[in-house]
């Protein structure tokens, strides 16, 4: 049982999904407890019997996710995480549950690293974050995937490159500071509160996205806004402290985000990436399944 954690944060990571990643750690259990006893003994390393498991259920889930994701109304973006402190119950009777107990919070589970993970095949996610990510060597990778470990070389070095080719300014957002990256999304709350449209404009870099997913549960925009200008009027003509809700800056998936909140529910909550001093993307999460994690939910 001491591997939980590290098959949570390995699934999580796969499937984008913290429901979705304990749902798979658990069959991964469900299959080594229907092992019969000697079974279980003959296994030499059970860490590795249960990576593997655990890989190949996620292959599955991902291969009818990509199904499921087809008839989903609107943008589906990845379940985002709160911080240590901002952690609820996650499920019936998890009251008090340590985030840290589940998943490491840290650059591979951003935000912008996840979405650039949903646009790839099962194959080239799941060898990518063995082997990139969990440091596995493409021999135990083959193995788990049942492919040859030059293919998964292949696989991952494809990954490699779309990660690199999705995000340009990676570098300038390196360079950014945790604190220059919080400072910039205080900035962006302020100015929306005091419904500034100029400085929100002046946050916003020139081609810079919105993207937001309600799931056909809540009122979302089905297509991402595109362009600073219109980013900039389309937050302003949203509802805001006016109607009761609150913006707090919080963490999410380790960065500085934003949760809106009406009456103590979080109703959204809201990723960004930011080059410079400047905002690339936004990812706001309205739907409620999704947002669970960070309290009680309801429609906004």
Known sequence: ????????????????????????VQETYARWYALRPEQRAAVELPGAWLTTVASRVCLDVLGSARARRESYVGAWL?????????WVAGRPGEAGVDPADRVTLDESVSMAFLVVLEEMTPAQRVAFILHDV???????????????????????STARRRIRDAQPDATAAQAASADQRAGVVRAFRRAWEARDIAALVDLLAPDATATGDGGGLVTAVLRPVEGAAAIARFYLERPGPAAGLAFVECTVNGQPGLAVRRGGVTVSVMAFAVAGDRIQHIWAVLNPDKLR????????
């Not at 949570?8 to 990571?13: D, E, F, S, V």
């Open 293 to 300: 994690p960070w309290g009680a939910v309801s429609a906004a």
């Open 1 to 24: 049982m001491g591997e939980r954690r590290r098959l949570t944060n390995l699934a999580y990571r796969m499937l984008g999904s913290l429901a979705d990643a304990e749902d798979a």
């Open 78 to 86: 990845p379940e985002p995480l709160p911080d240590r402190a901002e």
């Open 134 to 156: 969990f440091r596995y060597p493409f021999a135990d990778v083959a193995r788990i995937v049942g492919r040859a470990p030059e293919a998964c070389r292949r696989l991952a």
